[in-house]
């Protein structure tokens, strides 16, 4: 069923990805992430829209983080921002896209907020890790995303110590050919376990980022074993999953960020978590053929 969730009419499918999505606009954003802090949670703010195909969307992308940054200061709140590089321009110029980006990068630097470059789909990662390269050598808020199911990822490690990077830990959600991804769930798990343990034991910040309780004890009992203070790692969730974890992980004194997005580009984001929670995506599909009702949504891995 989930293969049929490209012809579910968008209505539909925004009304089962409300949860996911903090809003259209950033007034909602700011809200969502007042309710965070309140319940002792950080956040990362992330403005939808990649794979745009026009420089000037590019720039629009750009002046709406730089009013993201503008708002999380003006209203105190504990949270950093997201970006997605290919909604800066990097498919259509990689220059155009770099000076976009660095410019963020000092804007939100000289408010001390911190900047992560999401990774996307692999034709996108080389070119993601040489933005990241080069936005070091004149900044040092900014971190880096690392996916566990991508076959180079220990590599683009050992390559990226000698930087001490800050660096989020997912298992992966784009679709990848087997050359370049592994596909079998276990093995995707030890190489995240691999990656967290590695990145922490060479003094790396990281952002361990998951819904699978196995990857939760797994960074725990890494975190034990190194003995490392709470201010040397963070968990990460998205907005709308597994509400339940994330707040065992924060009564057990760990912290935790939730990445909320916002905006009207909604549509890409919520597919890809609607065909991540194969559960949801059932029900959508249902109501379009004229069967079953909501799911409230906890299915999520």
């Not at 050992?158 to 660096?167: C, G």
Request: aromatic share 8%; charged share 25%; net charge positive.
């Amino acid at each position: 069923m989930v293969g049929l969730l490209p012809f579910v009419p968008k209505p539909i499918v925004h009304q089962f990805s409300r949860r996911y999505i903090a809003g259209d606009d950033l007034a909602a954003a700011v809200a969502t992430v007042r309710e965070f802090n309140a319940r002792k949670m950080m956040a990362t703010l992330d403005v939808l829209g990649e794979f745009i195909t026009r420089p000037d969307e590019a720039e629009a992308t750009a002046r709406a983080y730089h009013e993201a940054v503008t708002a999380i200061r003006a209203n105190g709140l504990d949270s950093n921002i997201s970006i997605k590089l290919t909604s800066f321009g990097l498919l259509l110029d990689k220059e155009l896209c770099f000076r976009l980006v660095d410019g963020l990068v000092a804007a939100a630097g000289a408010v001390d907020m911190f900047v992560r470059l999401d990774m996307e789909d692999s034709p996108c990662t080389t070119d993601t890790l040489n933005v990241y390269r080069r936005l070091r050598e004149r900044h040092q808020n900014v971190g880096i995303v690392l996916q566990a199911y991508m076959r180079r990822s220990m590599d683009d490690i050992r390559a990226l110590l000698p930087l001490k990077p800050n660096v989020r830990v997912c298992k992966g959600i784009y679709v990848e050919p087997r050359a370049v991804a592994y596909k079998d769930p276990f093995t995707i798990n030890q190489n995240f376990a691999l990656m967290v343990e590695t990145l922490l034991s060479n003094g790396c910040y990281v952002g361990i980022a998951t819904h699978d309780e196995k990857l939760v004890w797994e960074g725990l009992r890494t975190v034990g074993r190194l003995g490392l203070p709470r201010e040397a790692y963070e968990f990460q969730m998205l907005l709308g999953v597994d509400e339940e974890l994330r707040q065992i992980i924060v009564d057990g004194g760990h912290r935790l960020r939730v990445y909320v997005p916002f905006g009207a580009r909604w549509y890409a984001y919520s597919v890809r978590r609607l065909k991540e929670n194969p559960a949801i995506a059932g029900h959508v599909i249902k109501r379009i053929l004229g069967g079953g009702g909501a799911s409230n949504g906890n299915g999520a891995r």
